[in-house]
C-alpha cells in the first residue's frame, strides 16, 4: 500500500514538474502574442498580463501596420521630415513579400539537401567502393568546422560569379551547409536497418536504384520528415547567411532580415515586433505540430536495429 502511494505521489510531482517547466517555456510567447494585439500606447504604459483584466482593449492595428507598410503613431506621429530620411527600412514595408522569399529560399534549401543526402547516406550506409571509409571521415570532420570561417571566402568567390544578391547563392550555400549533419544523420539510419531487405532485393535482380527506391526511401519516411524538419526551421529563422549573401537587396530579403530591420536605431517600429515576430513563428509551428509523430520516430528509429 505504501508503495503504490509512493509511485502515485512521485507520478503526481513529475507531473507537476513537467507541467511547470512547459508554463515558463511557453510563458515568453503567450506575451509575445499578447502585445501583438495591443496599441502602442498600452505596450508602453503597462505589461503584457494587463491586457488579461476586464476591459480588453485588443486591436489588429499592429498586423495591419507590418502586413501593409503603413505605421499610425496616433499621437506620436513621426514627422514628414524624419520619415523621409529613416525611410521604407525602419516601416513594416509590407511583409507579404518577405514572406514569399522565406519560402522561395527554405523549400528549395530543404529539398536541395535532403535528395543529395539521401544518396549519398545510402552509398556510404550500404554500397562498398574505395574510399569510403574517408569520405565518412570528411563528413563528420565537415560537422565540426564553424559556419562564420567560410562566409568571407564564399561572398568572394560568389562575387566573382555573380551569385551574391541571388536567390541560387543563398540555395547552394544553405545546401553546403546543411549536407554534413544530414549525411551523417540519413547514414545512421539506414546502417539500420535490416541487411535481409537488401540481400533479398539484390537476389530477386532489383538494382541500386531500385532498392533505394522501394526499400530505403519508404522505410526512412520518419527519419527524413525529422530532417525535413530540422533544416527547414534553421533556413526559416536564419538570419546571417541571408544577410551576408543577399546584402541589403530588398528583392530578396527574407522575414528575418525584414523583422530586424523594422526597428532603427533611434528606435521607432519596435512596438511592431511582437506582430511581425508572431507571423514569422506561424509556418514553423504549424510544420512541427504537423510533422510531430514523424519527428519523434525519426529520432527514436536509428537507436534500435531491426
Known amino acids: 500500500m505504501t508503495g503504490k502511494v509512493g509511485r502515485r505521489l512521485s507520478r503526481s510531482l513529475l507531473h507537476i514538474v513537467i507541467i511547470s517547466i512547459c508554463l515558463m517555456w511557453t510563458l515568453p510567447s503567450f506575451g509575445l502574442l499578447a502585445n501583438s494585439f495591443r496599441s502602442r500606447r498600452d505596450i508602453i504604459a503597462t505589461g503584457w498580463w494587463t491586457a488579461l483584466k476586464s476591459p480588453f482593449a485588443f486591436t489588429v492595428e499592429n498586423y495591419m501596420d507590418v502586413l501593409t507598410g503603413q505605421t499610425h503613431y496616433g499621437e506620436e506621429k513621426a514627422s514628414d521630415k524624419s520619415r523621409s530620411i529613416l525611410g521604407d527600412i525602419i516601416t513594416g514595408q509590407g511583409i507579404g513579400r518577405a514572406f514569399l522569399n522565406s519560402l522561395i529560399i527554405s523549400i528549395p534549401s530543404t529539398l536541395i539537401p535532403i535528395v543529395i543526402a539521401s544518396f ?66 540519413l547514414r545512421n539510419f539506414f546502417k539500420a536497418l535490416p541487411r535481409d531487405l537488401f540481400e533479398s532485393a539484390s537476389l530477386d535482380g532489383a538494382s541500386q536504384f531500385v532498392i533505394f527506391y522501394r526499400i530505403v526511401v519508404p522505410l526512412s519516411i520518419p527519419s527524413i520528415a525529422s530532417l525535413a524538419i530540422f533544416q527547414f526551421l534553421w533556413v526559416w529563422n536564419d538570419l546571417l547567411v541571408a544577410l551576408i549573401y543577399l546584402g541589403g537587396t530588398r528583392d530578396v530579403a527574407p522575414l528575418t532580415m525584414h523583422i530586424s530591420s523594422m526597428m532603427s536605431s533611434l528606435g521607432e517600429n ?22 510531430q509523430p514523424y519527428f519523434v520516430r525519426g529520432i527514436l528509429g536509428g537507436s534500435l536495429k531491426g
Open 120 to 185: 549519398a547516406a545510402y552509398a556510404l550506409a550500404w554500397m562498398r567502393f574505395p574510399g569510403r571509409n574517408l569520405l565518412l571521415i570528411i563528413v563528420v570532420g565537415l560537422l565540426v568546422v564553424p559556419l562564420q570561417m567560410t562566409l568571407i571566402p564564399i561572398l568572394r568567390l560568389y562575387k566573382g560569379l555573380h551569385l551574391a544578391g541571388t536567390f541560387l547563392g543563398v540555395w547552394l550555400a544553405h545546401t553546403a551547409y546543411g549536407l554534413p549533419y544530414a549525411i551523417y544523420l
Open 270 to 291: 519596435w512596438h511592431l515586433l511582437p506582430a511581425g515576430a508572431f507571423i514569422s513563428m506561424m509556418l514553423p509551428l504549424i510544420i512541427f505540430s504537423t510533422l
